[in-house]
């Protein structure tokens, strides 16, 4: 797997692409490191996913526990609460749905407003100029972690 990483200067927020991210072992193993250096610094993140790639129930019958806060046309949109790194769900996740987005909020006081703000159709840039937190998503292109930062965040190694 060749990875290939590229710093995109947006306006007031970092942005980077990170491509060669694919469903294999050495992509899972790529994802699972950096989601669990995000997750050190946050410890809460919330998930809205959109677009199923394939059938998704099997996922959310096995983990029963999940804390839902909204699902839509049978898993086809769906918004998730975590306070806890479930490593192999949330690789699962990002490849079962073509528009995945992770949101790592360093403020704890900020949880409902980043709820509210998922529960609208936002960008990756209004979610940054709104609140502290760490954003990563899929766009068009499947293999292409995209991962945004407000200016003055603590770094993340990619």
């Not at 490593?87 to 360093?106: G, K």
Request: glycine fraction near 4%; charged fraction near 30%; include cysteine.
């Amino acid at each position: 797997m060749k990875i290939e990483i590229k710093q995109h200067n947006h306006y007031s927020n970092h942005l980077y692409s990170i491509k060669g991210i694919i469903n294999d072992y050495e992509g899972r193993l790529y994802l699972s490191d950096f989601f669990s250096k995000l997750f050190l610094k946050t410890n809460f993140f919330f998930i809205k996913l959109n677009r199923r790639n394939y059938e998704t129930n099997s996922i959310f019958e096995r983990n029963r526990g999940l804390e839902i806060l909204e699902v839509g046309g049978n898993y086809e949109e769906v918004l998730i609460y975590f306070n806890e790194l479930n490593r192999d769900l949330i690789m699962d996740l990002w490849f079962a749905y073509e528009q995945p987005i992770f949101c790592f909020c360093i403020d704890k006081n900020d949880l409902e407003k980043l709820h509210n703000t998922l529960m609208k159709r936002t960008s990756w840039e209004q979610i940054l100029n709104k609140l502290q937190t760490y954003v990563l998503f899929k766009s068009a292109e499947e293999d292409v972690l995209w991962f945004g930062k407000r200016k003055g965040t603590d770094s993340i190694d990619l």
